[in-house]
């Protein structure tokens, strides 16, 4: 049993930019040398988050329209009235989706779906780097 | 310290139909062999989603509410529009609710509240057969 | 390679109160004894949640809103014809959120970054006690 930590970087243009961190995330998990284990991934960011979709621009485009219209960024926003910085919707956003994805590997590979990817979606308004924590505990 | 990783079948009826999983969870976690660690359950999928609730009819009912006003499946998709298969709204719901839920292990038994239960909400518009991936990652 | 169940208690006065749980879920991984793994943080209850975020109080404020929007508690709910304790909103926001948070730990310090905060929200409609899990499996 061991533990692997390790970090990838992705480059975002922020504004509900979704991200497609599947591959990246899949050749750590292979190079790492933990065969079966569990996978976690985070975001050490309050204005991002994780999850899985089918990423094809239909889907991108209807799970957008979803955060438009529950946390729209044209309205007021008590963080933006107390620091100006215009993000207030960014920060709901990221803390109703999470920071966290967890998957299981088995011999050296995410059990994702066929359709199903993993996605980092910046929620800042403006272009970012980020860096990713991904760490194994296996075997 | 080892690793564990079970599946289990669940069959669906599609259109947010929710299934409680908390026994076969239960179950396969019992008999695993790991007294202590991490379960993670995960839905290889795209159109489900894990989360838990009081499992009693009128809790279910306003859950299924909440998607049905705010990703209501009457409306335009773009995902549909691209690939006809009328179930965009599933994908969006899905990718809110999130496709893993990790529970700690204690002495054999998940450490879930008393009026806690784990589910599957099928958010497809049809019914399904699941696989889901149970791991246990401990001792 | 350990695993070391720990728990701390949370009062809450109900009514999505949200309280930072950072520095004490911090203390109990720094004096864990584990160096190195994935911590789990469990609310074993389903009208509490957990998320990360901001924690200055604009943030809670905007986050407090969207639940007020989307899942209003001065209406009808199925849950509370039934039962009548008038938290039915508390249920659908608690499977909305979710009941675990997940994060890598590395040298005993939690991967989060500078302006993300661990939160528990209570979103019962009274004060309670929650004791929550927190599980560690490392190294």
Redesign the interface.
Known sequence: ???K?MSIQVSTRGNADIVDITDPVAKAVFESGVS???A?I?????TSGL????F????L???RR?FD???DPERH???????GDGN??S??R???????????V?NKRL???T??QI?LIDFDNRSRKRDL?I?L???
């Open positions: 049993m061991t533990v930590t079966d284990g569990v976690t985070f975001t050490p960011s309050s999850t899985t979709i089918e094809e621009s239909g889907c485009s209807d799970l979803l219209e529950i946390v926003y008590s963080h933006n009235a107390r620091w207030g919707h920060h709901v990221a803390s109703l989706i999470g920071a966290s994805f967890t998957v299981p088995v059990t994702l779906g359709w199903q996605i924590v760490q505990v296996g075997e």
